[in-house]
């Protein structure tokens, strides 16, 4: 759930480290004369609930049912992007934030699946700080990364409210989390309410949480992605095909079972607060294919409107094609 664009998703990438967590190899395909094909994939942070599907294809046997033996991998200081273009990962957790920018900067990473149909993030702030629309960051801390494409998301949305951006105070909140920043050095940050806001709530906190989905049709981007890279679609489409049908069905048990699915995330990875991945997988289950014909399918129209966003705002360098930067093909019919 904490992945911003830009320099918050980079910094998501960079901040996490390390071995597969709860990421064990799949059993060989059903076949034992074929043997299953390796599969590395790479998240993009530590897991979460945005990542259920991929704990329950694995767990549930949807990889290997395909042929597939999958291993978990997380991002390290490559990143998930990085590890994907360069073939290191054959698929990924990215977001349209930063494939539309590698894109242009010619990475040959693709989005195959959108994960969640709406964007789900907003800016947050104690619901006692009185901040209750974009207007209101005026003579407030925001706290963040620095990255400018931030700085252009809070002034769309308070040129949008009335607001005067010049006065807002931004700071570098460095490694501190939300939960240290919002109660010490800042007013509102940028986070997503199925993991960050749901944790507020575990933690006694009211949070008013301004979506950007609201004020923005052009930030109502794909966030996370399923990703891959050019040349595997162009040398094993096969391998492509039955990825994403694993994952498919994974994250469909996920919607019909979010409570089954969220002991899955938890059985894979201990560590996790096994009520916080309980109650965010109710609310975010529903969210993974809401208003969309199936789950994953990505429309030609976000991936416009977000682009022509970043042109509008001089953050896009290069030249950016929508078309080449997703594919519905390999979603099953």
Not at 164 to 179: A, C, E, H, L, W
């Amino acid at each position: 759930m904490k992945r911003m664009a830009g320099i918050l998703m980079a910094a998501l990438l960079l901040a996490a480290c390390g071995n597969d967590s709860g990421g064990k190899k799949d059993g060989a395909a059903e076949n034992k004369d074929t043997p299953a094909r390796q599969v590395h994939f790479a998240l993009d942070w530590t897991p979460n609930t945005n990542h259920t599907g991929i704990y329950v294809a694995k767990e549930k046997g949807f990889f290997s049912d395909e042929g597939l033996d999958v291993e978990i991998m997380m991002p390290g200081e490559a990143g998930a992007d990085n590890l994907v273009a360069s073939g290191k990962a054959d698929f990924g957790i990215g977001a349209q934030e930063a494939l539309t920018e590698a894109r242009a900067a010619d990475i040959p990473i693709v989005s195959i699946a959108a994960i969640i149909q709406h964007n789900t993030s907003g800016f947050a702030s104690l619901k006692e700080s009185g901040i209750e629309s974009p207007k209101d960051f005026e003579g407030k801390n925001y706290g963040g990364w620095g990255a400018p494409v931030e700085q252009a998301v809070v002034k769309s949305l308070m040129e949008q409210d009335g607001g005067d951006f010049s006065k807002v105070n931004f700071i570098n909140m460095g490694s501190s989390d939300f939960f240290t920043a919002i109660q010490r050095d800042v007013d509102l940050a940028w986070v997503y309410y199925g993991w960050t806001g749901i944790e507020a709530e575990q933690r006694g906190m009211k949070l008013n949480i301004q979506y950007l989905n609201d004020y923005s049709e052009a930030l109502d981007y794909y966030t996370p992605l399923l990703t891959t890279n050019e040349k595997l679609i162009a040398d094993e489409p096969e391998t492509v095909k039955a990825f994403t049908a694993a994952v498919v069905k994974g994250y469909e048990y996920a919607i019909e079972h979010p409570d089954e699915a969220a002991d899955i995330l938890v059985k894979a990875v201990p560590d996790l607060d096994a009520d916080l991945v309980k109650k965010s997988q109710q609310w975010l289950s529903p969210k993974y294919q809401d208003d969309a014909p199936r789950f994953g399918e990505q429309k030609l129209e976000t991936w416009k409107n977000y682009a022509e966003w970043l042109k509008y705002n001089d953050l896009l360098d290069g030249e950016f094609v929508p078309e080449e930067a997703f594919t519905n093909e390999f979603l099953p019919e």
